[in-house]
């Protein structure tokens, strides 16, 4: 007879219906771990009797296996064996001797049958697995019974079947092939979520079982746990309570045995327990933030599962401060994060508060489970224990709460780390927990942990991330000379809290002020480390004093060094108060507002938009811009005024419009554009915004003096100083100035070459000195020995000044310090 095709009757019924699988799991030692009811009723051995034996006395394969034999991979089948075993490929199997999955086909005596040669034998198909990872199982052996595959009239004999061998294919070739993956940790109960899905996810990468009709014919293995047996069994136990209702009494075989009725109560227990716990699975892990997580948590027990439950967290989890190192003991900190309970209100918190801190001593339930890592189940809390754990609560008497009642403790673990444990408690009328609550309770613990640790691990990088960002911005000073700032830094709201925005301000020569604002595309570390890179660079080159246009094409060309993948955009400028005038340049950044103080219009400052840093090859332009005291610089990134599905002129439009709100102060000015701005929804970028008051500084807040390079200047300029303090009336600080003054007109008189020497008094908040020459060598701090005349100067310098600095200029260089005036 020709072999039949998938589309032939044996192929639909083999599609349409389910195989009856018996499932059997070995562990390293050879020994049985599981034996499914399927395995029972195949195999004819009982789960207890089956449980911890080896392997080999239960499955029939052959005594022995030749010593040059070899198992042939993804092709045992094609042996079939007729002398009553299961072959030497699943002994192989068996003794660990294969890394490869096998299958096979085999005819054996009938356990429960007659032993007649014709009738006592049972056709089976088998697979075998060989397991790896952390656990003890080794081996999974799926059967099934050939027999029991449906064929209809047109193939009587059964010849068809014959043409039926196991094997294996990817599981991506059927689309239903899923189910087996799906539903077999339904039958290993005793194995935890991600035990049995790592014993699917090895089946699936080594090959799904199969049916193969043929070469090119095959249809997946379709597994039934035997629910329809079940069925049959619901309806003889009705039909049985129907007949003694009416006083009839069955024949035996129409009754349910004790054994079924055992069966049954133990899959029905289990079923339940697994429902549970995918109820639990879906409650728990809704959000990322850790202290809604730990409420989900604790509400998905109570009170279906449990009457109380508490829950402790280790201090380091709950501070966000990263995984715990080493584990726990007698000293450890265990912070009570959530208490849940079906009592009447109010009677658990004053005793044990929620929030409260405290170790838990050797000889308690609780450090038993957070040092093996294991739960921990009490029948009864004894009075005995009641005293022992009640003397962990100074001053407050919990044996009342506790005594009596049936108590598991569950461990909340992450990679093998106890992070944390709840204590469930049911009220003492409510039937004890039992060894499958302490397997429930295990698994909830192990999905909870996982939840946890994906909330801790959330929290924590949240946390390394704003304090990477705030680490990466400036601590913007409020007032530089002439100018007022303010600053408002905003993280991304769908794309991570780090970005690429930055913003910055760089005291000059002068009295000027640089002002920058910046946004590295992109989001993320990565950004966010680029962006720490190039706020460096622009510090360092406007130290420099470059103007502007120079200092992006120096940027530029940095990016381009860095990789080719640094882009960005930045704005630029140069605030000189004493002229009152802005210096800008600009690379590909939105343009920045003018607030007028004049008539409080505001406008968009037209300027070469240039390319974002990093194109390379593009000339960047700068231009100057005339304010007057009072104008207002609003700079900020494109995360601020760009919305999806909006065009960008709206958010600019909205920009200037905001900006010229009245407001009281430069904070309530920045929140302002922040309110008007923030509120159209859909920004997902991270915002960088900069406002200034141009202040502007008088004329005659501001003196200078051009010197000769005649040491006997240095005499003269102390004069000069002391004769200006005393009209500006800061008499008070006349001596400190004119030293400082002293100090670096003499260093430039002695280094200047063929200019002359320019110093400049600025009146502001602070009193700025400026002395400025033709020399290119900034001066640094020298250790002068007894002996040397020179050396000390700047150390006077340094001891006397609030601040002070040099930095090169087109023509030399300029030494400045401030000092205080209140």
Not at 360 to 367: A, G, L, M, R
Request: proline residues 7%; hydrophobic residues 40%; glycine residues 10%.
């Amino acid at each position: 007879m020709e072999p039949r095709t998938p589309g032939g009757p044996v192929a639909q019924s083999a599609v349409a219906g389910r195989i009856p699988l018996a499932v059997v799991v070995v562990d390293d030692a050879g020994l049985v771990s599981h034996w499914s009811t399927g395995a029972r009723r195949l195999f004819g051995h009982a789960k207890e009797e089956a449980v911890g034996r080896p392997a080999v006395d239960l499955l029939p394969v052959s005594g022995a296996l030749p010593e040059q034999s070899q198992p042939k991979p993804r092709a045992a089948y094609e042996d079939y064996d007729e002398y009553g075993d299961l072959g030497p490929d699943l002994e192989a199997s068996l003794g660990g001797r294969t890394s490869y999955p096998a299958a096979g086909r085999a005819r054996f005596s009938d356990p429960g049958g007659d032993h007649d040669p014709d009738q006592g034998r049972i056709d089976v198909l088998w697979w075998a697995y060989p397991l790896v990872g952390p656990g003890t199982e080794r081996l999974l052996v799926l059967a099934a019974d050939a027999g029991g595959l449906d064929h209809d009239d047109e193939d009587p004999d059964g010849t068809g079947l014959e043409r039926i061998a196991p094997g294996f294919a990817l599981h991506t070739e059927f689309p239903g092939s899923e189910e087996l993956a799906r539903r077999l940790p339904e039958i290993l109960p005793s194995m935890s979520v991600g035990e049995g899905a790592r014993i699917v996810s090895q089946i699936l990468e080594l090959g799904y079982p199969v049916l193969e009709f043929s070469q090119h014919d095959r249809v997946p293995v379709t597994p039934d746990w035997g629910v329809p047996r079940r069925a049959e069994r619901r309806a003889r136990r009705l039909r049985a309570a129907q007949a003694a209702e009416a006083g009839i009494v069955l024949p035996e075989q129409q009754r349910p045995t004790a054994v079924e009725e055992a069966e049954d109560l133990e899959y029905a227990a289990v079923r339940e327990h697994l429902e549970f716990l995918n109820e639990v699975s879906g409650r728990i892990g809704s959000s990322l933030d850790l202290s809604q997580t730990i409420v989900e948590v604790s509400r998905a027990v109570v009170p279906r599962f449990t009457d109380v439950a508490g829950t402790y967290l280790r201090e380091q989890v709950v501070a966000g401060e990263g995984f715990p190192e080493g584990p726990p003991d007698a000293t450890t900190m265990w912070h009570r994060v959530a208490l849940e309970h079906t009592d009447e209100p109010g009677r658990w918190d004053d005793v044990v508060p929620v929030g409260e801190s405290m170790p838990f001593p050797v000889h308690t339930p609780f450090f038993q489970c957070m040092t093996t890592g294991q739960p921990v189940l009490v029948p009864r809390i004894s009075e005995q224990m009641g005293t022992a754990i009640a003397s962990q609560f100074e001053k407050r008497d919990i044996r009342p709460l506790i005594t009596n009642r049936s108590m598991l403790v569950v461990p909340l673990k992450a990679r093998n780390v106890v992070l944390g444990f709840m204590i469930l408690l049911r009220h003492p009328a409510r039937i004890e927990f039992n060894d499958m609550d302490r397997v429930t309770g295990a698994e909830l613990a192990a999905r909870a942990g996982l939840v946890l640790d994906n909330a801790r691990m959330y929290t924590y990088q949240e946390s390394v991330a704003e304090t990477l960002q705030d680490s990466m911005l400036p601590h913007i000073e409020p007032r530089m000379p002439g100018c007022d700032i303010a600053t408002r830094y905003l993280p991304g709201t769908l794309l991570g809290r780090v970005g690429g925005d930055w913003f910055d301000s760089i005291k000059l020569p002068g009295s000027r002020t640089a002002l920058v604002v910046g946004d590295v595309m992109g989001h993320g570390l990565n950004s966010a480390a680029m962006m720490g890179q190039l706020r460096t660079a622009v510090q360092t080159m406007a130290a420099l004093d470059l103007p502007p246009a120079q200092l992006l094409r120096n940027l530029d060309d940095l990016a381009q060094r860095l990789g080719e993948n640094y882009l960005a955009t930045c704005l630029y400028a140069v605030y000189d108060p004493i002229v009152g005038e802005l210096h800008l340049a600009n690379a590909g950044h939105i343009p920045p507002v003018v607030v007028r103080a004049a008539d409080g219009s505001s406008d968009l400052l037209e300027l070469p938009t240039g390319a974002p840093i990093g194109v390379g090859g593009v000339p960047f332009e700068s231009v100057r811009v005339p304010v007057a005291p009072g104008d207002r610089l609003v700079m900020c990134t494109d995360g601020l005024v760009e919305v999806r599905g909006e065009d960008i002129g709206v958010g600019l439009a909205t920009l200037c419009e905001s900006a010229a709100h009245p407001a009281a102060s430069m904070d309530d000015a920045c929140d302002t554009i922040i309110r008007a701005l923030n509120t159209r929804g859909g920004r997902k970028d991270d915002v960088a915004l900069l406002m200034a008051r141009l202040n502007g500084i008088e004329q005659a807040d501001v003196a200078s003096w051009r010197l000769a390079l005649d040491p006997q200047e240095v005499g003269r300029a102390r004069q000069l100083v002391c004769e200006q303090l005393a009209a500006w009336g800061l008499s008070a600080v006349s001596e400190t100035v004119e030293l400082l003054v002293s100090e670096l007109v003499t260093n430039a008189v002695r280094h200047a070459h063929s200019r002359h020497v320019e110093l400049r008094l600025v009146r502001s908040d602070a009193l700025l000195g400026e002395v400025e020459d033709d020399d290119h060598t900034l001066p640094t701090l020298r250790s002068a020995g007894p002996a040397d005349e020179f050396g000390r100067g700047l150390r006077v310098v340094s001891s006397l000044a609030r601040e002070w600095g040099a930095s090169r200029t087109g023509e030399g260089k300029s030494v400045w310090f401030e000092v205080a005036l209140r």
